[in-house]
């Protein structure tokens, strides 16, 4: 069975979180974990963190992971961040990545009343991200010497409605 938590980096669970960014994101792009953290002092600790966690026998085991920076007032952007997205290549297309979205937006925009979320996509994702009802919000970026997008989503309509139908969406 596979579980979406809420953690922190101070649980068990974070340095195998921390190991599937770094396999995953990271060392593709040439960074070590270590050089991430000196891109953006500070925002690990403020993110929060969600993994994906399978039940196996010999313990817990991290699949998926994804951080959620919410918008915190100190910058002109009132939406959340979503970062650090990522599953482990010998799960994907399991639908894994999808949960860990749902959880984090749940949290965003049920318990935080964020009023929206962005990412800054790799071009390899936004099929992904289109697929869950994220939109693409610019042009062509370059970040990591990575060719990105800025995806985003808004909170749904409060009075039931869907706030743009075409942001309607199924899950599979």
């Not at 993994?51 to 939406?79: I, K, M, Q, S, Y």
């Not at 949290?107 to 936004?126: K, M, N, S, T, V």
Request: hydrophobic residues 40%.
């Amino acid at each position: 069975m596979i579980r979406i938590r809420r953690i922190s980096t101070q649980d068990p669970l974070y340095p195998q979180a921390v190991d599937l960014r770094t396999r995953v994101l990271l060392t593709p792009i040439g960074l070590s974990f270590d050089d991430y953290l000196a891109l953006a002092p500070g925002r690990e600790g403020r993110y929060e963190h969600f993994v994906a966690v399978f039940d196996h026998p010999t313990g817990d085991r991290v699949l998926g992971t994804a951080a959620l920076l919410p918008a915190d007032g100190t910058t002109e952007e009132a939406f959340g961040k979503v970062a650090q997205v990522c599953v482990d290549p010998q799960r994907q297309n399991e639908g894994i990545g999808q949960r860990l979205m749902i959880a984090i937006e749940a949290r965003a925009f049920g318990e935080l009343d964020i009023p929206g979320l962005y990412c800054h996509a790799q071009l390899i994702a936004i099929p992904f991200y289109e697929k869950i009802g994220w939109r693409v919000s610019s042009d062509v970026f370059v970040e990591a010497g990575i060719k990105h997008k800025r995806m985003q989503i808004q909170a749904p309509d409060p009075s039931g409605g869907v706030a743009d139908p075409e942001l309607e969406f199924e899950l599979d």
